[in-house]
């Protein structure tokens, strides 16, 4: 067809031509010969008109009569069934289509096909793709290629597709609004104050449910539960959910430290399935420090959005006292108690477990500290290894293999500064334990133990040591604490804090000052962190890679392959942090020459959540202390994946 076209141009170029002769001929004087050839012109305008007109025709006629080769019902079932037909040349132009779409198309043969629907080249692309379902004006479109000829199949689907939408949009989500800390202003402050929490937080709260169309009942003082649909919530998700900036603006401006909290569960009609996702779901958005949303669609993982502050501690003293005496009780029920640290141990991990140890023994139970044969942080072996004797005449430390060994059915496992199996020193013995405990201070990750006995989970926490300090007060039997024990405690607060620069709250100072009164030895914890010569080295070969991104990130990918500890690398990056103007510091360096293990180690100074950048990584930790680590990877390509993401959460911190 597009032939067809360019020779009308040619045709109509010769007339021209042979007019414009005539003419000359003529202003020359040779006015007979003109004469001659003006006749010619015009016999052959009307053999040229005569044969455009048989060419059109010919042009509007179905080349493949398909009422002869199907039968006159098949051609009336693809009009009835919206079906239409498409036969295109080598230059992809149209030459005939049925009467279905010829109805609705009068003049689509001898377009270009992508003149007509654009999004059709994509059935020619290299990628083998033979469906493609375009919107044209108001309807919409199944167009397939078949493969062995130049034939489309158009299917009309608007019906199905308006219903599917309609369908989508009327889908139930299940949401709970919870404003943490709420309960604890409510008993404590006085009328006037909690007033104007009411009138500034509270109620826009609940006016912003009604105006975005959600039906909303109050569960209790801080807690709304709300039904809406899909349209509703994606006009609430394209919002970026505002109503937390706005809850934590007003928290400020009044200086309380009120922040909410948000859970939607969606994807399936069953409502018990949606009741349980969402209680799950609002205890991971504040077990994670609150201040965000958690959203979950059916038989799919969980989003996160906000998390944009820092947890506060919002754990009261009773809540310490319940949590104390319901561990005791359960160690009491138990016939032996284990106790696990995660991978690659730290001051903290040990400190948690030591405590907890005495705690179990003075309860008059056999307590194991499952640490033997794993990897530990070089300063902590220091110490162990200085503290060898007096510890080994109080715990008793094993490896997993004698823990399964001596696991018995009313044993209990305590997990202590993690919540995650699989980063475990005993991942096999949690697994075949029938009764686990968990005591952690980290925001609630991907991968959370399964049916817990009791969870103590408290981000807004410095430390696991300062947990486990808190809960020696409400022992009904004092817990004797060595001087030794009370040292690594204190270290276990001292390093995650970075020497109570960070993550520090009156609690944290209570905790110290009590670990004091056991004989912690400040003087000691100095010397166990002092440094080596040969890590000072170390740390330096790392530093020197640091360049400052954006402005306020510090990045070091260390390119060669010295193959750093992870606590060196976390030291490092809090010493990239104290330079002027860095917010934010990562170190990148391969951890393990086998399976080619890179991992990042990430702090912040408060104001960029790292947590966020690694759980996008399918990292996680703490707002401003979070890691990485990653099998058969490459430095520079891990490099590169954090560099955009940094930029895609600074974009869209922008656009909200």
Not at 71 to 93: P, R, W
Not at 226 to 247: A, Y
Request: net charge negative.
């Amino acid at each position: 067809m597009e032939r067809l076209e360019n020779f009308k141009v040619q045709l109509s170029i010769v007339m021209a031509a042979q007019v414009l002769a005539a003419i000359i001929l003529f202003m020359v004087g040779l006015q007979q010969t003109a004469l001659v050839i003006a006749g010619v012109v015009l016999v052959n305008i009307l053999i040229i008109i005569w044969i455009m007109a048989r060419m059109e025709k010919e042009k509007k006629t179905v080349d493949l009569d398909i009422s002869r080769v199907l039968g006159k019902d098949a051609k009336e079932a693809l009009v009835f069934g919206k079906i239409g037909l498409i036969t295109y040349d080598d230059q992809y132009c149209v030459t005939w289509v049925n009467d279905f779409l010829e109805d609705r198309y009068p003049d689509l043969i001898g377009k270009k096909l992508t003149a007509w629907i654009t999004a059709i080249k994509e059935l020619f692309n290299d990628d083998g793709r033979e469906v493609v379902v375009c919107h044209l004006n108001d309807y919409v479109y199944e167009i397939t290629r078949k493969e062995d000829a130049q034939v489309l199949y158009v299917r009309d689907i608007t019906q199905m597709h308006n219903l599917e939408e309609k369908y989508r949009n009327n889908g139930i989500v299940v949401g709970l609004l919870q404003l943490d800390n709420y309960a604890e202003y409510q008993q404590y402050e006085d009328e006037t104050i909690l007033s104007n929490i009411n009138t500034r937080i509270r109620q826009p709260l609940s006016e912003w449910a009604r105006e975005m169309g959600m039906f909303t009942r109050r569960l209790r003082s801080d807690r709304i539960l709300v039904l809406l649909d899909e349209q509703i919530f994606q006009k609430v998700k394209e919002s970026k959910f505002s109503i937390l900036n706005t809850v934590r603006a007003a928290s400020e401006e009044m200086d309380v430290s009120i922040t909410l909290s948000m859970a939607f569960a969606r994807g399936t009609s069953d409502y018990v399935v949606l009741d349980g996702m969402i209680n799950e779901l609002i205890e991971l958005a504040q077990s994670r420090g609150g201040d965000q949303v958690a959203v979950r669609e059916y038989g799919h993982s969980v989003h996160y959005y906000g998390g944009n502050s820092e947890s506060k501690s919002n754990r009261s003293k009773v809540r310490v006292r319940v949590m104390s005496q319901t561990i005791r009780e359960a160690i009491i029920d138990s016939q032996q108690v284990f106790i696990v640290g995660h991978q690659m141990m730290d001051f903290d991990c040990m400190g948690a477990a030591l405590c907890m140890s005495r705690i179990a023994q003075r309860c008059e139970r056999k307590t194991f500290i499952v640490s033997q044969d794993c990897a530990k942080d070089s300063q902590l072996e220091d110490a162990l290894r200085l503290y060898h004797d007096e510890l080994n005449a109080r715990h008793a430390f094993i490896n997993e293999d004698a823990a399964l060994s001596y696991l018995h059915e009313d044993d209990l496992v305590i997990m202590v500064d993690h919540h995650v199996p699989a980063q475990s020193t005993g991942a096999r013995l949690i697994e075949k334990a029938n009764r686990v405990i968990v005591i952690d201070h980290h925001r609630r990750s991907a991968g959370f133990v399964d049916g817990p006995l009791v969870t103590y989970l408290e981000s807004g926490a410095s430390s696991s040591c300062e947990l486990m300090t808190e809960m020696l007060a409400y022992q009904p039997n004092r817990v004797e604490i060595s001087a030794e024990e009370a040292t690594i405690m204190y270290l276990g607060i001292v390093v995650d804090t970075n020497r109570f620069k960070m993550r520090t709250g009156s609690r944290t100072f209570e905790a110290a000052a009590a670990l004091k009164k056991f004989g912690a030895d400040p003087i000691t914890t100095e010397n166990i962190l002092s440094e080596r010569y040969d890590q000072f080295e170390e740390k330096t070969r790392i530093a020197k890679y640091a360049k400052l991104y954006h402005d306020k990130f510090m990045i070091a990918a260390v390119l060669e392959d010295m193959y750093p500890s992870r606590p060196l690398m976390a030291q490092v990056a809090d010493q990239l942090l104290t330079i002027r103007g860095v917010e934010a510091s990562f170190v990148i360096a391969k951890t393990s020459k086998e399976n080619d293990v890179v991992a990042i180690s990430s702090r912040s100074r408060g104001n960029v959540n790292v947590q966020v950048i690694m759980e996008h990584m399918q990292g996680g930790g703490h707002f401003t202390a979070a890691a990485l680590q990653r099998e058969h990877s490459d430095v520079k390509e891990i490099e590169q994946e954090l560099i955009a993401t940094i930029d895609a959460i600074e974009e869209e911190h922008k656009c909200e």
